[in-house]
Structures are given as structure tokens and as C-alpha cells.
């Protein structure tokens, strides 16, 4: 697959453009006057000395498409050119990050350092200026990350919004997942087990588990009904009925989070309750317009989701009903969706302003992850799901709504887990951009 984007050298201009005006307005109104980005260090395992795999700092992989420089900082001061200070250790026991190249390289100066404390040198004197973000094992001899609240909450709000850099490297990042996606479709049907499935998946999308932006969830049968199902059965079912498939890849630091439900080829009415679902999904994603309120999506996500249970079969009382005595809850007990970009839950999902504040869930609907009105410019997932969870229908039994049920159909469709149909998409002003959909059309 062709990843280069000829336009790239001129979006990511365009991109650093808007970026620097942001944090000139962030640092201005919080009074700061310089922002410093630590790209983070290692963290080590406990009495060992094995370190987690690195997690950069969001925020440095927000300037620069470089997700492996541990030790790295980065500088900003309105008004002058960016500056990387490089961390390339002397070091023949790890990979030593590459020397910086590419688009983005001649918009900054770089200096390289051999030893995480030499970068001090190149920081700022006044310290008492700074906004430093990062975590705080990247604190440097005096130089402490104080993430200064007023500042994050400027640079979160205006994230949500993507610019065309962002939306071209998000393209991508959707296109190396729909392809793995196909290639664990084909894994699933040719008889894999889900350890083989994530193996066929990771060979397809050319990433390793510590690439993507996060744990497959590759779940066989009763497994889809563990919403976040991250074991891997190594053997193949006896009998195989459906694979729930939650996973996503990474571009330059952007994720896409896809999922996508399968039944067997003998499993007729398992398929007619995905295809409902995914034309509901559908309608979910065709309403991410600019002015739509999410948390009101979800709602409308929940009456449509009901209807399909009482049109299967599933339920007695009506889909009016069973959204407002939360019986649809549990069957669709998670959000419609969340932010995404620089991270797969991207932040600012209840911001009120950019000076922050906080748009509070729905009553009765804790795990919504985003409560915004959408905007052109947001990227939000879409992932209605209708589940049979064993706890949550235990649960159910001992209330009088339980006999709002039909437990018959509801125990035959158990051994099938659930279904997830979870899409990206793009609010515009216009009609909305379907990452996934577009992604799983080009291949
Ligand atoms: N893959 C996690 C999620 O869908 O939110
Ligand atoms: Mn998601
Ligand atoms: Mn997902």
C-alpha cells in the first residue's frame, strides 16, 4: 500500500501553522512563554530491570510524526522557529532512534544529544515561563513538568479538531486496518483460532501489538460478550459461530479503531441481527453532521437499537419503553462512541469550553464517552453493539422487567456473543466523511 502522501510536506505546513497559532493563543491567555513537550522516558517493571514498551507523549507526537524518542524535548516560543532536542544515545544495547528526516524536518531546528541530561542545557533558563507538559518521570534537573491545566485545556479543545494533515495521516491509519481486517475476516472462515486471527492481523496491517494503538480485542463466540475480550484462545472452537473484531492501526502517531462482526456461514439469523445493526450503524454515522449533540446520538442510538430487539424477537415492551426503563441497556450497555485521533480515546470528550469545564453524561448512561456537540472537524467513532452478557442478563432476572424478556431467544443467541459495527468518521460541513467505510471500498 502506497502510505506517502504526495501533499504531505505541504499539509504538515499547514498543520504546524495552526498547531503554533494555538499554543501562541494557550501560552498568551495562561501567560506562559514558552512551551516545552518531553516526549516522556521508559518505565521500568518492578524490581526488574525491564522497561514497558514506550508510550510517547501525546502531545509531542501532536508536532512531529515520531513516536519512538524517549529522552526527546521539544521547545516552542511564539514567534521563533520550533526546536527538537534529539535524544540519540552512544548505545549498543537497544535500537538507537533514527536521525530525524523526512517532511517535517526543516521546520525545526535540531539538535542532537547523546545523554538524556544534556538536553537541559537547551531548555529555557526562566523556568517560571514554561508550560511543561509531560509525565512526571520525564523531570530533568529542576526542569519538572507542571501541565499547567489552563493550557491543556486550550491545546484539548482545539485537538478535537482535525486539520487536513491530521485527516490524511488518519486515512491511512484506516486503510492499514481495513486491510487486516479483510485478512482476519479470511483467517476466521478458513477455521483460525483467535490467536491465529490476531497473527493473520498483525502479518496484514505490518504492525506489531506495540504499533497498534491498542490490544486487539479477537473474540470467537461467547467472547464477544466480554466487551474488552483480550485473551487469545490459542485453539480453535469445536464449533465456530461469529467473530467480534475490535482492532484498529497506527500512522505517524493516529490511530483508526475499527470493529467488525462475522457469523459462520450456517448462522443465519446470527448474520440477519449484524446486517440490522449495521444498517442502523449506518444511520448512526449519517447524523454526524455538524450541530448534532453526540450524547443525543446515542440516545437515538438507543431507540433504534431497541427497535431491533423487539423486531428480532428479543424483547416484548416497546423500543420507547425499553429505553426508558433501561432494559436497552443491557443489551447496549457502552457508549455510541468517543473521540479519536492522537489517541484511541482522544481527550476532550466532555470538554465544555477551552477553558475547560465539564458536559456531564445523560443520567443513566455512565460509560458515554464523549458528550460534545459535534463540530466540522471532529473525528468520533460510531460502535452501536447489541451483546448477551451473562451478568448483565443475571441481573435482569430478578427485576419485574425481566418479564419484559424473551428468555428463550435471548439464551439461543447467547453462545454467539455479541455485535459491535464501529466506524471513524469525520464531521464536516457537509455530508460526513466515513474513514472506514471509504477505507474498506479502496482495497
Ligand atoms: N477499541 C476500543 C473502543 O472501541 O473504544
Ligand atoms: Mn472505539
Ligand atoms: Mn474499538
Redesign the pocket.
Known amino acids: 500500500m502506497d502510505t506517502q502522501h504526495p501533499d504531505l510536506h505541504i499539509l504538515y505546513a499547514e498543520h504546524l501553522a495552526i498547531l503554533r497559532s494555538r499554543t501562541d493563543a494557550a501560552l498568551q491567555r495562561e501567560g506562559h512563554d514558552h512551551l516545552l513537550v518531553a516526549a516522556g522516558q521508559s518505565h521500568f517493571q518492578f524490581l526488574d530491570d525491564r522497561d514497558y514498551p514506550f508510550c510517547v507523549n501525546p502531545h509531542f507526537k501532536h508536532w512531529l510524526p515520531v513516536s519512538r524518542a524517549p529522552g526527546s524535548w521539544l521547545i516552542y516560543t511564539p514567534g521563533q522557529k520550533p526546536r527538537l532536542v534529539f535524544l540519540q544515545p552512544h548505545d549498543y544495547w537497544h535500537v538507537v532512534p533514527a536521525a530525524p528526516a523526512g517532511y517535517w524536518v526543516d521546520h525545526f531546528d535540531i539538535q542532537i544529544i547523546r545523554e538524556p541530561a544534556q538536553a537541559r542545557a537547551h531548555l529555557p533558563r526562566d523556568l517560571e515561563r514554561c508550560a511543561i507538559i509531560g509525565e512526571a518521570n520525564a523531570a530533568l534537573d529542576g526542569v519538572v513538568p507542571n501541565n499547567p491545566s489552563g493550557v491543556l485545556d486550550h491545546l484539548h479543545w482545539y485537538r478535537s479538531c482535525k486539520t487536513a494533515y491530521e485527516l490524511a495521516l488518519m486515512r491511512v491509519a484506516s486503510r492499514l486496518g481495513a486491510r487486516a481486517h479483510r485478512a482476519a475476516a479470511a483467517a476466521f472462515h478458513a477455521g483460525a483460532s483467535e490467536f491465529d486471527i490476531h497473527m493473520a492481523y498483525l502479518a496484514a496491517a505490518r504492525q506489531t501489538d506495540n504499533e497498534l494503538p491498542y490490544g486487539n480485542i479477537i473474540a470467537i463466540n461467547e467472547h464477544g460478550a466480554i466487551l474488552h475480550y483480550t485473551d487469545l484462545a490459542h485453539a480453535p472452537p469445536t464449533q465456530r459461530r461469529s467473530l467480534l473484531i475490535?482492532a484498529g492501526a497506527s500512522f505517524h502517531g493516529y490511530a483508526s479503531?475499527i470493529?467488525r462482526t462475522h457469523a459462520a456461514a450456517d448462522a443465519g439469523e446470527f448474520r440477519e441481527l449484524i446486517e440490522a445493526v449495521d444498517t442502523a450503524q449506518q444511520g448512526f454515522c449519517a447524523k454526524v453532521r455538524s450541530g448534532q449533540s453526540y450524547p443525543e446520538l446515542h440516545l437515538h442510538a438507543h431507540q433504534v437499537l431497541a427497535g431491533i430487539l423487539k423486531d428480532h424477537g428479543f424483547i416484548r415492551m416497546s423500543a420507547e419503553g425499553a429505553v426508558e426503563s433501561g432494559l436497552s441497556s443491557t443489551f447496549f450497555p457502552h457508549g455510541l462512541?468517543?473521540p479519536?485521533g492522537l489517541q484511541?480515546?482522544d481527550v476532550a470528550g466532555f470538554q465544555a469550553s477551552d477553558s475547560g469545564g465539564t458536559i456531564p453524561r445523560p443520567p443513566g448512561h455512565p460509560y458515554l464517552r464523549m458528550t460534545r456537540v459535534l463540530e466540522a472537524g471532529m473525528v468520533v467513532?460510531i460502535?452501536p453493539g447489541l451483546y448477551f452478557i451473562d451478568l448483565l442478563l443475571a441481573q435482569l432476572k430478578d427485576k419485574p422487567l425481566a418479564r419484559e424478556v424473551r428468555w428463550d431467544r435471548v439464551d439461543a443467541f447467547r453462545p454467539f456473543g455479541g455485535i459491535r459495527i464501529?466506524d471513524d468518521v469525520v464531521c464536516t460541513g457537509g455530508d460526513p466523511e466515513n474513514l472506514t467505510r471509504d477505507a474498506f471500498a479502496q482495497l
Open positions: 475490535d479503531d470493529t462512541g468517543h479519536i484511541v480515546h467513532t460502535e464501529e
